[in-house]
């Protein structure tokens, strides 16, 4: 069995999850393999891809890898369907980004993590700051009091995953209202879901956490105003909303206008945001 510290993770692109360590190689989009001795001793080489539309890219790199070296070299990751169970702890991500469940219950039709991962299944739990679970709230009680415990030794917490909020009780309440938390990500997907959203920010609220702390995921990309007025409905709510735009899970990246992308990152810069809600600025004059 090939130990974790011997293998060599390559990732299309560098982004703030991915590790840093010597034995990470980022190629930024060049088809080229790099200057093996740059490297320290390593037994296998893995190309992860996140996402549908770096396959292509990520396969020719495999081959560019093969030609040019005699390690094993091994393609992986969600975009591949890659066995969620297989998961481990700091080998993909930075060590304190953690997850202590994969998979979902739900099936909503724009997402992709039961296809891919199945039903939800509980991990192991290591330290770490930030738990990306898909659906951390849908794992048993006693799991999450484990995390829970885990998470007292650890400052500047994080639920970046999207918390359901029709789940969000009073158990998860008395027990965040103890910790370090930095941030608490909701999600707010579709009209339907402003009504949990709402009661879900409105129990935070009531626990003494603000704006600051409630952060919102807002998929988009259909109606422009239609999705203006969930966005506005969610910074009402109390929780500053994160727009994302809807990708279509495709070996092509789905494809928006400019002034589409141009309204989307002006949803996702809390200062922008602000402005907008507070003086009633047209996105449009943003200058993003």
């Avoid at 409105?202 to 807002?218: D, V």
Wanted: aromatic share 12%; with cysteine; charged share 25%.
């Amino acid at each position: 069995m090939v130990k974790i510290d011997k293998i060599l993770r390559v990732f299309p692109k560098k982004t703030s999850y991915t590790p840093t360590d010597p034995l990470v190689y980022y190629p930024y989009g060049q088809l080229t393999a790099p200057a093996w001795g740059l490297f320290p001793e390593f037994d296998e080489i893995h190309i992860s891809c996140s996402f549908s539309w770096d396959k292509q890219f990520c396969e020719d790199l495999a081959y560019q890898f093969r030609c040019t070296q005699d390690k094993p070299v091994r393609l992986g990751g969600p975009a591949f369907g890659s066995n969620a169970v297989e998961f481990t702890q700091g080998l993909y991500l930075k060590r304190n980004i953690i997850f202590v469940s994969r998979g979902c219950n739900n099936q909503c039709p724009w997402c992709i993590v039961p296809k891919i991962e199945g039903k939800l299944k509980e991990l192991p739990i290591v330290d770490g700051n930030i738990i990306q679970d898909n659906n951390f709230l849908q794992t048993s009680r006693s799991h999450k009091d484990k995390v829970f415990e885990m998470l007292k030794t650890q400052k500047r917490i994080q639920f970046k995953g999207g918390l359901e909020s029709d789940l969000i009780d009073d158990h998860f309440i008395e027990n965040v209202r103890r910790l370090s938390i930095d941030e608490l990500w909701l999600a707010c997907d579709t009209d339907g879901s402003l009504k949990n959203l709402e009661k879900a920010a409105s129990k935070l609220a009531k626990a003494g956490f603000t704006r600051e702390h409630i952060k919102c995921y807002a998929l988009i990309g259909d109606d422009m105003n239609k999705n203006e007025e969930r966005l506005q409905k969610i910074w009402h709510a109390g929780a500053m909303p994160f727009a994302q735009l809807f990708r279509d899970f495709t070996d092509v990246k789905t494809k928006y206008s400019r002034e589409f992308e141009k309204f989307c990152r002006s949803w996702q810069r809390p200062a922008c945001i602000n402005m907008h809600m507070k003086s009633g600025t047209d996105f449009r004059n943003y200058g993003v």
